[in-house]
């Protein structure tokens, strides 16, 4: 039996650099999971910069997520401060290769909600690349919802996520990652 993981990573600050020379490193670690992977990328920080790393991942439970979280390159040159970890139930059921709206030129998010908060109705249904459940490791608690979308901005994509428990979700522009493709 398999089941999906959110995991994301936060960049310890100052760690560009740190980053930059393990990118090979981090890239080579995930394509041992590239068949699991639903999604995957970077986040930016309000100045351009990278802020951190999400993948959503199918693995045989919360200890081999634990360890794909865990034993990830960055993690262990010490990139990130932290990382969050919870059992996801996939809303979409596509991977994020599977969008069939791609923009090269389109602002993209990561929106995560803890607490009530439910997928909302977005203006542009197209614009949910990936949704699902934040879950207790068992899968029987939900502790939020999480959502990568191609919109406008930030505003856009906070209202993805319909009325919570009074948290403002979080926001964090994000972009599709993984290696680049050989020209």
């Known amino acids: 039996m398999t089941v999906d993981f959110f995991c994301f990573h936060r960049d310890r600050a100052g760690?560009?650099?740190?980053?930059?020379?393990?990118?090979?490193?981090?890239?080579?670690y995930m394509d041992r999971f590239a068949d699991r992977l639903i999604a995957r990328g970077p986040t930016f920080g309000a100045d351009g910069s990278v802020s951190g790393s999400v993948h959503i991942v199918r693995v045989a439970g919360p200890a081999a997520a634990r360890a794909f979280a865990l034993d990830?390159?960055?993690?262990?040159?010490?990139?990130?401060?932290d990382v969050m970890l919870r059992r996801w139930h996939d809303l979409l059921g596509r991977t994020m290769w599977e969008f069939p709206n791609p923009r090269p030129d389109a602002p993209r998010f990561l929106v995560i909600g803890l607490g009530g908060h439910r997928v909302g109705q977005p203006q542009d249904p197209d614009a949910v690349i990936a949704c699902g459940g934040l879950?207790?490791?068992?899968?029987?608690?939900?502790?939020?919802?999480?959502?990568?979308?191609?919109?406008d901005d930030a505003r856009a994509a906070r209202a993805v996520l319909g009325a919570g428990d009074g948290a403002e979700p979080e926001v964090h522009r994000w972009d599709f990652g993984g290696r680049p493709d050989p020209e």
Not at 15 to 28: Q, T
């Open 15 to 28: 760690a560009g650099l740190l980053r930059d020379d393990l990118r090979e490193e981090h890239w080579s």
């Open 135 to 151: 879950l207790s490791d068992s899968g029987g608690g939900r502790l939020g919802t999480a959502a990568l979308v191609q919109v």
């Open 72 to 81: 990830e390159p960055y993690w262990q040159a010490g990139v990130f401060r």
